[in-house]
């Protein structure tokens, strides 16, 4: 009966090793969807902070985002950045918006899956 069982360590070691990996990469990918979210989120709301600012433009802050998610990510995630100015409570606030690729392999995904907004009043001279 000894000799029934010879080798089914390594059958189940590479089967296990198998499914762990595949649990390691999935973690690790998810891990850098989030980070890359992150990333063109703050991207996004400090580009909304830097048009808000009196003195400054709409295209300012468009420019100030992709400057940033170019630096941290890649210029592929800063090619559509829109930026408006709306009222909410009658505070006129600025509004920037980036629609990216969100990554599934790697920084490679579908485009325009990833919409993040940032928001911040609008300065004024008074």
């Known amino acids: 009966m000894a000799n029934d ?3 089914s360590a ?5 089967l ?5 990996t595949v649990l390691a ?3 690790i990918q998810l891990a850098l ?3 890359v979210r992150n990333t063109v989120l703050d991207a996004a709301a400090e580009g909304a902070r830097y048009a808000a600012l009196a003195g400054s433009s709409e295209g ?3 420019a100030r985002t992709r400057e ?3 630096m941290a990510v890649s210029a592929e995630y800063a090619d559509d950045v829109r930026a408006g ?3 909410v409570d009658g505070v006129s606030m600025v509004s920037v918006t980036v629609r990216a690729p969100l990554p599934i392999v790697g920084l490679l995904g579908v485009d325009r899956a990833l919409e993040v907004t940032g928001h911040a009043a609008l300065e004024a001279l008074d």
Do not use: M
């Open 16 to 20: 296990v090793g198998i499914l762990l």
């Open 68 to 70: 940033l998610i170019s």
């Open 60 to 62: 300012a802050g468009v």
């Open 10 to 14: 390594v059958a189940e070691f590479a």
């Open 33 to 35: 969807a989030l980070h």
């Open 85 to 87: 100015i709306s009222t």
């Open 25 to 27: 990469l999935a973690v």
């Open 5 to 7: 069982e010879r080798g």
